[in-house]
């Protein structure tokens, strides 16, 4: 439906509330659509009922995006459409022509609510469309109560707040994925697959930010904020050398390595491993946190952890308040024993 670009402001809430047409920019790599874009498509059924319809949005350039454009369309039964924006312009994931494409997408096709996932990709491109679209954007959504109010935590996770959006335009949302977990999915439908023409698109011709590089982790260990067991350690660690202890753990139990900031800051290792308020929100079966004090910064980040496993030489630490397992004992030991013990992959 082509409706005029300010259409979106004489929405009402209650047409909202009936009619619920979502928009989530989707996040790929390799050809292939990464899982937090499923989680956000999990959640953004949680917004309405029947007459909800999802279309993905894909940007980039070449085959690898064509590719990503391909699984997208069958990575959900809910996805109606996926819209891809292939131009050099969308290489790399720069705030400013990214947020720009959302707005023009927008401008063409009368979305209640656009929505990514909380990731550092979501956080940079969403607040930048709320800008544009003169609305505020409810973040780090983990519970959606309906069309229009959310639940997301405040105070480090400390506390968690109930918004109610009663803006006039699109309801923009980040979401955290790890609240919104994928179920096997055993209907295969594929949505319809549309490249947006972008003759019309224009950007800013000042751009304030400028692509310099991007380092990636191994590929080989699961994703951080997907992976299903995650060993973390901390300051006790004490060099990089000693940090290959908890990588040999991770690749053993085929796990995902995490670190405190103060292990990242020490540069152990690189600052995307790091877990917390300020860096990955991590939700596994196991989390093993190996010379880790439990500050409330980091445990905002490993809350929904199913089983959380310390080791910690200090039996007042308060990591040991939110542990299932604890062992008081020291790391340069138990690791050992543990690398020891515990079978080849
Ligand atoms: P420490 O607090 O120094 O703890 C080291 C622990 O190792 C101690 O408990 C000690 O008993 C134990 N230990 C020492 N030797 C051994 C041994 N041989 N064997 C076993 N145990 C041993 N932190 C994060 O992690 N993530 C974040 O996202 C984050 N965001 C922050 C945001 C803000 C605004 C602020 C102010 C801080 C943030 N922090 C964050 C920092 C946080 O407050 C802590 O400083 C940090 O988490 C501490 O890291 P740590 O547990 O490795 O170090």
Known sequence: KLV????????????LSRCISTLILAEHES???????VSTVVA???LGEKSSSVSLLLAGS?????????????????????????SDRFEYPLAEPWAKLVDFVRQQRDYSHI????????????????????????TDVVKILGSNEFIRPIYAGNALCRVRYTGAGPCVLTIRTTSFPVTPITESKKATISQIDLSNFKED???????????????ERPDLGSARVVITGGRALKSVENFKMIEKLAEKLGG???????????????NDLQVGQTGKIVAPELYMAFGVSGAIQH????????VIVAVNKDADAPIFQVADYGLVGDLFEVIPELLEKLPEK
Do not use: W
């Not at 050809?31 to 874009?37: A, E, F, R, V």
């Not at 929505?115 to 409810?138: E, H, M, Q, T, W």
């Not at 011709?205 to 590929?219: A, E, I, P």
């Open 4 to 15: 005029p670009s300010n259409s979106h402001r004489s929405i009402s809430i209650t047409n």
């Open 31 to 37: 050809g292939s659509i990464k899982p937090q874009t």
């Open 44 to 46: 953004a059924n949680q």
């Open 62 to 86: 070449g085959s690898s995006l064509q590719e990503a454009a391909s699984q997208a369309a069958s990575c959900h039964p809910s996805v109606s459409e996926v819209l891809v924006a292939d």
């Open 115 to 138: 929505l990514a996932s909380s990731s550092s990709f979501g956080k940079n491109i969403l607040p930048r469309v709320a800008a544009l679209l003169d609305v505020s954007p409810v």
């Open 205 to 219: 011709s000042v751009s304030r930010s400028r692509y310099v590089g991007q380092s990636t982790q191994d590929t």
């Open 256 to 270: 995902a390595v995490g670190a405190t900031r103060a292990a990242v800051d020490a540069g152990y290792v690189p």
């Open 299 to 306: 445990l905002a980040g490993i809350k929904d952890s199913k």
